[in-house]
């Protein structure tokens, strides 16, 4: 079986050399498998070299769909769904990140929000050492 990328079964398809498609389920996922003039090949990741999985087959069979493939076989003899839970396992990094770019974006809408009213035409402006005298007159007292 050989190793097709995106682009290589795209060239595929265009040139007629697409005899049938599969999508054949592996655990919880679906890889697409076809029959060309020149044998059997599998859609694999461009940079890993490993089958596409897709664990949604509607979006295997839109992707075939938008490449002009109407009709594809669905094998689910190996299909596994109680294996969902394997394809995209937790990734605490990530949300780490993800919590600290919410929290950056947050505090960039407060100080954008902030330097809008210091700049309205209405703004009131006080010098620095008056507002800490007054800061420290209100404590003492």
Sequence with gaps: MQNM???QFRATVESGGILSVVL???????????ETQ???AVLVDTRRKLPRL?????K????????GIKKAAVDTE???PEQADSLHPPRPDK??????AHEAAELKRVLDERI????????IWHEAEDVFDELVAAHAG
């Design 38 to 40: 020149r044998g059997d």
């Design 24 to 34: 054949k389920a592996q655990g919880a996922a679906f890889a697409i498998q076809a």
């Design 54 to 58: 897709f664990g949604d087959p509607r």
């Design 60 to 67: 295997a069979l839109a992707l075939l769909s938008e490449m």
């Design 5 to 7: 990328t995106l682009e």
């Design 116 to 123: 809008a009213m210091a700049d309205a035409q209405g703004a």
């Design 95 to 100: 949300s780490v990140k993800l919590k600290a």
């Design 78 to 80: 190996a299909w596994r």
